[in-house]
């Protein structure tokens, strides 16, 4: 899997794993949970709106929620983690986003229609 906004060289590490955000390892580094969802295509889109604003971000459980959907409640959904120095940051972003800091406005140009 390929980070669309940056390419590979946009997931920690020194990319010679297989590329997915799951088993590329920050070195060096511990992470820890920015925030939890009960949905795979959730935890990424988080992943993806911080990876955006400049925080290294990964999503964890993810393939495992996918697998067997009963389990999710059990395991505290799925996590998005970042590095410790980013967290604080990460955590305001995700909040604002829930708030409504980043909705466009109706009459809002968001370029021409096709």
Do not use: C, K, W
Request: glycine share 8%.
């Amino acid at each position: 899997m390929q980070d669309t906004l940056n390419g590979p060289e946009s997931f920690p590490g020194d990319g010679t794993a297989d590329g997915t955000a799951e088993t590329e390892a920050i070195q060096g580094r511990d992470l820890f949970i920015v925030a939890t969802f009960f949905t795979p295509t959730d935890a990424h889109l988080a992943r993806s709106f911080l990876v955006a604003a400049g925080i290294p971000a990964v999503v964890a459980d993810a393939n495992l929620a996918q697998a067997n959907q009963f389990l999710l409640p059990a395991m505290g959904g799925v996590r998005v983690l970042a590095p410790e120095e980013y967290l604080q940051q990460a955590q305001d972003l995700l909040a604002a986003r829930e708030h409504g800091d980043f909705t466009l406005s109706e009459d809002a140009d968001v370029g021409p229609s096709a």
